[in-house]
DNA sequence: TCAATAAAATACCGATCGGTATATTTTAGT
DNA sequence: ACTAAAATATACCGATCGGTATTTTATTGA
């Protein structure tokens, strides 16, 4: 019964997956350990085994529920025909908080991004650096379309693409708050409007 | 020597000043008593002759720091003329959050929203309402724009206010985590598109 | 000025925090 | 099946957590 991969490596990818929805709810200063030995049914001495501090653990859950967004997003985007139908995925993937499936908790980077201001660096160079990406991702996308003669080209990629996502995050942010998944709708809506509006 | 205000009402004061900013950065599980009293230089005894608990400090503190941008905007607003112009305030006031004076830790309203998602029903109450009375006011002037001519009447109010708080939020937000503050001046550039699009 | 009262400091509570040294159990190669 | 190594559990560490009962100090009205 010799597996791929080692135990250690299972044990790592069980907790990650069983806590990942905790450091996304609760923040990292408001999960304890005994929040991950209850989730996991491990003990202390299990996860420290796997995971150097409790950070380590929170900035492997981040990636976690990053990848779960970006792959899905991704997926969608790539089924899409013109770089204006890529660019719509968004309003599809976040209608509703239910066009993908999300972490528990919501967004990580909107979750991450605010929790971790200070106290963190790690986790704040590593929100940082999936905004960016995720910056430079639209930023391709749009200027894939001006080039294709899909939007005009006094288009703004980089507003544009700055635009959108604060206001994806800014919608989320007002949805949970509020408890009003209607009014992500509603924002997404002016999100298909500044991508239409550029056609040419 | 005596004062029209009591000395209680004057250590209450004091604590909520001094704590406002760290309640602001760094979320409630992440700032302890012995954060307050450090600011403050009051001893816990005298927290707790003030304050029920720690939450109700939490809950003064970010009355605290919402009234101290509600009212720098609203005077704002209060000093333009047109809708158009009311509706602008906002460009200024949050460009490089140097437009108004801002507390430490930046905008209550994002912080606490993501902060107190879970956990605490208090403070989630209160910034639930910080941004429904927030998009009414917006609504209000939007509907008031209209009346007057300014707005072509197929705006939509409820949309349009939404999007404009998702824009300045989700604008602070990248800003902030990617350490930027002119990511934000772009997205508020979108947020005076939007503004001078319902022109009639 | 002087009590009555209010406010602040001291000293303490049990619980939990993140983390670790050590012992026990499980895995995996032979 | 046996053993060396890896993984997990146990038991513990000092520090800090939020909160409180009690004592000391400061305020306030007469």
Redesign the interface.
């Known amino acids: 019964m010799k597996n791929e991969i080692s135990k250690a490596e299972r044990t790592r990818q069980l907790i990650i997956e069983k806590t990942a929805g905790i450091f996304n ?3 990292y ?2 999960t304890s350990l005994s929040d991950l030995t209850d989730a996991t049914g491990l003990t202390k001495g299990s996860i420290y085994g796997n995971f150097e501090n409790k950070e380590e653990v929170a900035l492997a859950c981040f990636d976690y529920n990053l990848a779960k967004i970006n792959t899905a997003v991704q997926q969608l985007i790539s089924e899409a025909g013109s770089f204006t139908d890529k660019l719509l995925v968004y309003t599809r993937a976040y209608h509703s908080m239910t066009g993908i499936e999300f972490p528990e ?2 967004c990580p ?3 991450t ?3 971790a ?3 963190n660096n790690l986790l ?1 160079d590593r ?2 650096k999936a ?2 990406a995720w910056k430079k991702r639209l930023i391709d996308l749009i200027k894939g379309g001006i080039e294709a003669g899909e939007f005009t080209a006094d288009t ?1 990629p ?3 693409a ?2 959108l ?7 989320i ?2 949805a ?4 009003s998944p209607n ?1 992500l709708n ?2 997404l ?2 999100v298909e409007f ?1 991508i239409r509006h550029q056609k040419s």
């Open positions: 709810t609760k923040g200063a408001g908790g919501g980077i909107l979750n991004a605010v929790d201001d200070d106290t704040k929100v940082a905004i960016l703004h980089e507003q544009l700055l635009s996502i604060a206001l994806i995050e800014g919608g942010m007002i949970k708050a509020t408890n009014s509603k924002v809506k002016t500044l």
